[in-house]
């Protein structure tokens, strides 16, 4: 399926592309006969590896390990296939190409599947035409009635004012995108010259990001995996330290070209947008699946949430606003009957106040969840909500307020 398409497998050597190698493919079959002919007719199309499973096998596997270029999964005996595919996109690389084969001919499913982005459904017994036409169409991406590729989910995190612990915030979710929800995950920050998301995780940002975004035209895929660095096998960075006597002027279109190029090969790209002044920062929120609100509780503080949560909900973009109380506990805050006057209800998250862990966390240049149970816990939350996962919705700041 072009479903969760990912075209992001382990690069070709240089042989193989003399070769003309189609991408690697990877399958779960859990019948002996399927496993027999897949064996047979795909070594001869494309490098492959078989193994004895269903979606639920690879699903497992793959939140381990590299996505392939092309997957293709059993649906046979799952009793809800739509939900096994939604959890198989959540640890594919979005560009991945997957095939479904399954016991059911229906033509419902294969619609639905479709839809959400499957390159093809066979169902049981495979022929070996069908088999290797939907191998040469998945693996050409071909296919005439081709749906589109699978984006990721954009989030953009946008402080009510500075200090308030917007990147912060947005490091944290990225780290825990990656390892809590496996997903491959881009943490890019619009600040070119004083941005420090990448100065958080103790990385040295490539000198690429300036040129992608005043030449976007020029830039491709190598040159976007080029211009990353790697946070772990499944988090990397965009940012740049460029000279602050520079006026940089990041037009929008550039940026949401950029992050376009991101999201067709990231399951999630979390953008830090500042306090969102820019042009380029007011787009991303604008095409941003999740808008991320955070802010705290003091007096300047809630003004400025107040403000810009009004002004958030009444633009033209779609996407879900999320807000988080950050630094909660912390000195000089409003009590929480004037919180709740102020706002009306409670924000969706809260973040504690737990400025020794992050300092450490900071020193050595990972994440404080690594170090601190409470700021883990409410992490957990937010992240769990931006991936769209099942969590405990009583979050601190219902209990403060309840006590």
């Given at each position: 399926?072009?479903?969760?398409?990912?075209?992001?497998?382990?690069?070709?050597?240089?042989?193989?592309?003399?070769?003309?190698?189609?991408?690697?493919?990877?399958?779960?079959?859990?019948?002996?006969?399927?496993?027999?002919?897949?064996?047979?007719?795909?070594?001869?199309?494309?490098?492959?590896?078989?193994?004895?499973?269903?979606?639920?096998?690879?699903?497992?596997?793959?939140?381990?390990?590299?996505?392939?270029?092309?997957?293709?999964?059993?649906?046979?005996?799952?009793?809800?296939?739509?939900?096994?595919?939604?959890?198989l996109a959540?640890?594919?690389?979005?560009?991945?190409?997957?095939?479904?084969?399954?016991?059911?001919?229906?033509?419902?499913?294969?619609?639905?599947?479709?839809?959400?982005?499957?390159?093809?459904?066979?169902?049981?017994?495979?022929?070996?035409?069908?088999?290797?036409?939907?191998?040469?169409?998945?693996?050409?991406?071909?296919?005439?009635?081709?749906?589109?590729?699978?984006?990721?989910?954009?989030?953009?995190?946008?402080?009510?004012?500075?200090?308030?612990?917007?990147?912060?915030?947005?490091?944290?979710?990225?780290?825990?995108?990656?390892?809590?929800?496996?997903?491959?995950?881009?943490?890019?920050?619009?600040?070119?010259?004083?941005?420090?998301?990448?100065?958080?995780?103790?990385?040295?940002?490539?000198?690429?990001?300036?040129?992608?975004?005043?030449?976007?035209?020029?830039?491709?895929?190598?040159?976007?995996?080029?211009?990353?660095?790697?946070?772990?096998?499944?988090?990397?960075?965009?940012?740049?330290?460029?000279?602050?006597?520079?006026?940089?002027?990041?037009?929008?279109?550039?940026?949401?070209?950029?992050?376009?190029?991101?999201?067709?090969?990231?399951?999630?790209?979390?953008?830090?947008?500042g306090r969102?002044?820019?042009?380029?920062?007011?787009?991303?929120?604008?095409?941003?699946?999740?808008?991320?609100?955070?802010?705290?509780?003091?007096?300047?503080?809630?003004?400025?949430?107040?403000?810009?949560?009004?002004?958030i909900a009444?633009?033209?973009?779609?996407?879900?606003?999320?807000?988080?109380?950050?630094?909660?506990?912390?000195?000089?805050?409003?009590?929480?009957?004037?919180?709740?006057?102020?706002?009306?209800?409670?924000?969706?998250?809260?973040?504690?106040?737990?400025?020794?862990?992050?300092?450490?966390?900071?020193?050595?240049?990972?994440?404080?969840?690594?170090?601190?149970?409470?700021?883990?816990?409410?992490?957990?939350?937010?992240?769990?909500?931006?991936?769209?996962?099942?969590?405990?919705?009583?979050?601190?700041?219902?209990?403060?307020?309840?006590?």
């Amino acid at each position: 399926m072009s479903l969760l398409a990912t075209l992001l497998g382990d690069a070709p050597s240089s042989a193989d592309a003399a070769r003309g190698a189609g991408p690697r493919l990877l399958a779960y079959v859990a019948d002996a006969a399927s496993a027999a002919l897949l064996n047979s007719a795909a070594p001869s199309l494309l490098p492959c590896e078989v193994r004895t499973g269903d979606i639920r096998s690879a699903v497992r596997d793959l939140a381990r390990q590299r996505s392939p270029d092309l997957l293709l999964v059993d649906l046979s005996g799952v009793a809800d296939p739509l939900a096994a595919m939604e959890a198989l996109a959540g640890v594919c690389d979005p560009s991945v190409r997957v095939i479904a084969v399954g016991d059911s001919n229906d033509i419902g499913l294969y619609r639905d599947l479709r839809r959400i982005g499957v390159t093809d459904y066979l169902f049981k017994p495979l022929s070996r035409d069908l088999l290797e036409g939907a191998l040469r169409a998945a693996g050409a991406g071909a296919a005439a009635d081709e749906a589109p590729g699978r984006l990721g989910k954009l989030v953009a995190v946008v402080g009510a004012r500075g200090g308030v612990g917007t990147t912060t915030v947005a490091v944290h979710l990225g780290c825990w995108l990656a390892d809590g929800a496996r997903g491959r995950t881009a943490l890019v920050d619009l600040d070119l010259q004083n941005g420090t998301v990448a100065l958080a995780l103790n990385l040295r940002p490539e000198p690429a990001l300036r040129e992608a975004v005043e030449a976007p035209d020029r830039v491709d895929d190598v040159f976007m995996e080029r211009a990353m660095v790697a946070a772990s096998d499944r988090l990397s960075v965009l940012a740049a330290e460029e000279p602050v006597e520079d006026v940089i002027d990041i037009a929008p279109t550039a940026a949401l070209s950029v992050l376009n190029r991101l999201q067709a090969r990231h399951n999630y790209v979390v953008v830090d947008a500042g306090r969102a002044q820019g042009g380029a920062a007011r787009a991303t929120l604008e095409a941003a699946s999740i808008v991320v609100l955070v802010g705290d509780a003091s007096v300047a503080g809630l003004r400025d949430l107040v403000r810009l949560r009004a002004a958030i909900a009444r633009r033209s973009g779609g996407g879900r606003l999320v807000t988080v109380l950050n630094r909660r506990g912390a000195p000089g805050e409003l009590p929480a009957a004037d919180l709740m006057r102020t706002l009306g209800e409670p924000p969706e998250h809260a973040l504690p106040y737990r400025p020794v862990p992050l300092a450490v966390a900071a020193g050595v240049g990972e994440p404080a969840f690594r170090h601190c149970r409470r700021f883990r816990e409410a992490m957990e939350r937010l992240g769990a909500d931006v991936a769209g996962q099942p969590a405990a919705q009583d979050g601190l700041f219902r209990r403060w307020v309840r006590r």
